[in-house]
């Protein structure tokens, strides 16, 4: 049963910087493609990047050129660099193996972390 803990989010002004962090448990880490989600209020969980067990990336439109995913294998922990950070950018944060299929969540998903952006 792996376990996820993220960490690291906050109210940063629009512009501002935020590294939000995932520690996993487990050795089903190392192979799995890690992604960190999102989660507006009223909204469904959308996927905002992703990092393969190679540290292959990708990103949502909304992602590029602004957030950056990594990985540590050694420590298990996933990483998101997230910069110029906008109020839409406002929700909880959660890490989670991303399904190869559907793109979802496969194991059960932490607390996440809030993200607010505001003035």
């Known amino acids: 049963q792996v376990q996820l803990v993220e960490s ?10 935020l590294r939000l962090s995932c520690a996993a448990s487990g050795t089903s880490f190392v192979f799995a493609t890690m992604g960190w989600y999102r989660q507006a209020p009223g909204k469904q969980r959308e996927l905002v990047a992703d990092i393969t067990a190679e540290s292959i990336t990708s990103y949502a439109d909304s992602a590029k050129g602004r957030f950056t995913i990594s990985r540590d294998n050694a420590k298990k922990t996933v990483s998101l660099q997230m910069n110029s950070l906008k109020p839409e950018d406002t929700a909880v944060y959660y890490c989670n193996r991303k399904s190869p299929l559907t793109g979802a969540g496969t194991w ?8 607010t952006v505001s003035s």
């Open 8 to 17: 690291g989010g906050g109210l940063v002004q629009p512009g501002g910087s």
């Open 108 to 115: 059960t998903w932490g607390q996440g972390t809030q993200v």
